[in-house]
């Protein structure tokens, strides 16, 4: 390979490379990255104000009889799919990361065979009554400080009747839930 040879290939290259900057340079300029202002994406939601004005007491939630009498098992048994990650609802089925809650309500607090608890879930005493279930579920670190349930709660007291009411037919023997008319302006039967 003689040096004329070894010129045109290197001012190919170097041509190359020129072109390539140019493209470059010619892009930069034409798409050129302009850095948002605020980074991330808005996203428009009305929030609602549930707290009320200030000074104005919250808005008391319905006594558990009264969301009974209008529980939907259906709406239950989708609401617990929340809790089908940790748990079973089957009777004989297996215990997960927590115990199988077929037959919780009315079941002794910490009673699941073959389930390790918490040392502050053990403390616990008594059955699982509806109301218990219903004060666990709003917030379970608030009822059993201490508890390994990582759960943070469901705050809509319709839809914990709706849940407890789901449980309660997983079981052999179905505990009575406290009901009462839900409409306290209905007419009564003479």
Known sequence: MDSFELNKIMGAVLGACLALLSLNIAAGAIFAAHPPAKPGYEIAVQEQDTRG?????????????VRFASADVGRGENSGK???????????EPNRVGPNLYGIVGRAKASEAGFN????????KGNWT?????????????MVP?????????PRGKERADLIT?????????????????????PKAQ
């Not at 748990?87 to 004989?92: A, D, L, R, Y």
């Not at 608890?117 to 616990?124: E, I, P």
């Open 166 to 186: 789901y449980l309660n037919t997983r079981s052999d023997k179905p505990a009575d839930l406290p009901k009462q008319a839900a409409a306290a302006g209905a």
């Open 53 to 65: 004005k200030p000074g104005e007491a919250a808005p008391a939630e319905e006594p558990l009889p």
């Open 146 to 154: 201490g508890t390994s349930m990582t759960f943070a709660g469901i």
């Open 117 to 124: 608890y918490s040392a502050a879930m053990k403390g616990q």
């Open 130 to 142: 509806p109301e218990d279930l219903d004060v666990y579920l709003t917030n379970p670190k608030a």
């Open 82 to 92: 929340k809790c089908a990650a940790c748990h079973t609802f089957g009777k004989g």
